[in-house]
């Protein structure tokens, strides 16, 4: 009994150890900064990267990727959401030049390419951006952010206008695989003041 | 736009009498790059120096795309014209930068020998165009069609020379291990009533491994038993070779008994009692000889609470053994198909497995399915038999959404039997058909009645709505049916 007693308090050591050692480690990895530009705020993230791995892979078979991010303002950590903006992009791989291209969904459209990998990654990022007077909050009042990347399942459903509303469509949906792009990373940040 | 048309046919080393820019003014170029272009106009036609133009100007403008042609003059002279367009203009180049490109080849990778000429003819009508990613991605859908048990990614990778690019559609056998088919259904039986049940399947596609949650809100249409609960289930398809699966299913339900069940089984003493909820664990491997064909062995664990003399319970413990083949054919022009599915199960509760009950249960099914156009014809057959003591959810039954169609199973035999056989033809014409059914149920001492019932309706591969009548009932009553399967 003491000996497993002792076991498991090595054990929780251990795991003490490790998340103490990865948590800075974690925490410096990916942090936010943020800057206006006029009434927008914009959010920087060192070391968030998407266009890695299997969405990589995926880009350089010549498929596009669709990325949806997300950025909430909060009113504390895991507190209440204050405000939230949410952008889409299509990004591909032009394997002739060898550099990414990215799309921003919406209006208006826009779109660039003869991009590097971390040079598309800041660009959707300086693309999503917020009304700082729609915030409704203090030069003085802190708030948190909470940045989330969803890669979309891009698995090529020709589906046309027509078939979106089928009881076959609803079947695929709901019986639907994962796919192995189905990925999303967030990365959350504070206390900011606005600049 | 079309990079380096066919129309650019001036030669290599003409001289160039005149520089156009269309789409943008060079005028927005940088001064460096503005210079290098008026300084084309007297030099000799050097495609790879306008290629490394093109490159530059996108360079500076990186929301452009640009391309270069050169047409030859009559008098053997060149005039050059680049064409520079706003990415996000263009639908196709905002969804895939590659859409620029021409399409120098189209291929297809891996067994795809039976797919049809009208679709390798469709499939070379992209070449010589700029990529069509939707009617690429159509055409991969039809392939997927076409192959049936394949499945069908599509890839593109450089040409041979710069400004075109190769379209490979990959063709990959599915495992020889299927998953088991999701149960997930919403049915409505008149009789009956709705029984509903949600399987979440978790995988990657191409994946060896899924990890399924259900939840059976109720099920009144499979069993004799009524029943709700939940299973959580793992399986893979693949242990270090195609041919070696396992599957691990857990499930606990909560059972309701029909009147007609618990008033026959007050009658009948050597039917053992129902049980107010059962806990099942089966661990199962599967070995696959071929693609066709698959063996699988395993355990059935189940231990049921007694309805009347809880917490006492009751343990059917069995080896469960069964062999699947299953092929489908095709004729060359993918009009037609035929498929074909029988299977052998054996459940033994025998000594050894610390079993309450001890049963040897044995099911054999088959079904034939052919199609051609907007028709389809089905037939199936079915046949059971079980020794022994068998718990209640062993015993068979017929007259379900499935079964018997136009009967209620607790007319035939509320508490199921021990002996089966059912037949069933069906003829659809753009899904709408008629089908007939014979069945019988009984136990080893009893005389076996054989039941007919006809009926018509919508029946899809995942909806049906059904309208059943038994020719030989008691009850002339039809039965409606209805619900989807997914």
Redesign the interface.
Known sequence: MIRAARRASLWQAALLTLVFVASPLAVAAQTLTINAAGDALRVQARNFNFLEGPVLARLK????VRVDFELTVLSKPEGATVKQAVQGF?V??????ERF?V?RSGA????????RANDAESWCLENLTMSISSLGIGRDTPFWLRLVYRVQDL????EGPGDRYT??AL?DR??R????ADLAKSVSGGPFKLP | MQANAQEADAPEGAVIDSVEMSGFSPYSLSPGLQKEFDSLVGAPLNRERLNQLV?RI??EQ??M?AAVRSVARPDGKAHVVFLVA???DDTD??????AR?LVESVELEGPSSEVSQQLRDDLQKLVGKRLD??E???L??RLEKELPGRDVA?????GSE??R?RVVFEVFEQPWIPFVP?K?KLVYHSEQGWSGALDF?????R?RHRFTAGIVFNDIDELIEEYSGFHLAFESRKIGTDKLGVRFDFARFNETWEDATLSALAISPDIPEPYRNRLTFEPTVTFAFNPSVRFTGGLSLSDMESLSHAPDSTKANAWVAGITADHTWKTSDGDASQSFQASYGLRAAVDGLDSDLFYKRHLGQASYRYRQGHSEALGSISLGYISGQPPLFERFSLGNSTTLRGFDKYDIAPTGGERMFHSSIEYRFYHVGVFFDTGSVWDRNADAKIRYSTGFGVNTD??FLLLGFPLNGDDATPIFMTG?R?
Request: hydrophobic residues 30%; aromatic residues 6%; charged residues 25%.
């Open positions: 078979e010549g498929r596009s299509t591909s791989f032009d394997l002739w030049e291209a799309s208006p459209p826009r779109s660039i390419s003869h991009l698995a090529p459903v020709a009881l076959q079947i709901l019986s695989r994962r796919e192995e | 490159s996108e360079g990186p929301e795309v706003r990415i996000s180049l905002s969804e895939n930068i590659n490109y990613t939707e690429a991605d159509r991969r859908n599509r890839r593109i990778s450089k710069a400004g690019i999701t997930s399947p978790i995988s990657t596609s994946s995942n909806f989807v997914f």
